[in-house]
């Protein structure tokens, strides 16, 4: 399990709104073709977190892979604190491209994808399928309290 971490705390989550509206509030152009953004869960949750990023070393070969690379972490996705923070820091977003996952069924997930393309529009890209992930990438959770 090597990777590198990054911990960052996410305030002013607000999980009473609707995660569309946040993304293109603040001027992410989103590509959702599949209607992946409405199954995210919110309305729930703290309104400050500590999400940690951690970038594996190797392919994740599929989303149950993922899966594992959270669970042998202690992680969960929240993918509403995690567009938060990408809306929160801009200049992060640009260093880092970065993931998050949720909704598996078998070998299939929904994802959102958060990058900043070379002219400086920031994108976010949302789909549901198999996928793997080069090594590169950044994904984010929060630590589950056992």
């Known amino acids: 399990m090597s990777s590198r971490v990054i911990s960052r705390v996410v305030?002013?989550?607000d999980r009473n709104c609707y995660p569309a509206?946040?993304?293109?509030?603040?001027?992410?152009?989103?590509?959702?073709?599949?209607?992946?953004?409405?199954?995210?869960?919110?309305?729930v949750g703290p309104s400050s977190v500590t999400l940690?990023?951690?970038?594996?070393?190797?392919?994740?070969?599929n989303a149950v892979h993922l899966a594992l690379e959270f669970e042998v972490r202690n992680?969960?996705?929240d993918p509403l604190a995690q567009i938060v923070d990408n809306q929160?820091?801009?200049?992060?977003?640009?260093?880092?491209?970065?993931?998050?996952?949720?909704?598996?069924?078998?070998?299939?997930?929904?994802?959102m994808v958060f990058m900043t393309k070379p002219h400086g529009l920031r994108v976010v890209i949302c789909k549901r399928q198999k996928t793997s992930w080069p090594s590169?990438?950044?994904?984010?959770g929060v630590e589950i309290n056992r």
């Open 75 to 77: 992680l969960m996705p």
């Open 88 to 111: 929160q820091n801009p200049e992060f977003v640009k260093r880092c491209r970065n993931v998050t996952q949720w909704g598996l069924v078998g070998d299939i997930s929904s994802y």
């Open 136 to 140: 590169g990438w950044w994904f984010a």
């Open 11 to 13: 305030s002013d989550i």
């Open 21 to 43: 509206d946040i993304l293109e509030a603040v001027g992410f152009k989103v590509f959702d073709s599949q209607g992946v953004l409405p199954t995210i869960t919110y309305g």
């Open 52 to 61: 940690n990023y951690f970038k594996p070393d190797r392919m994740i070969r």
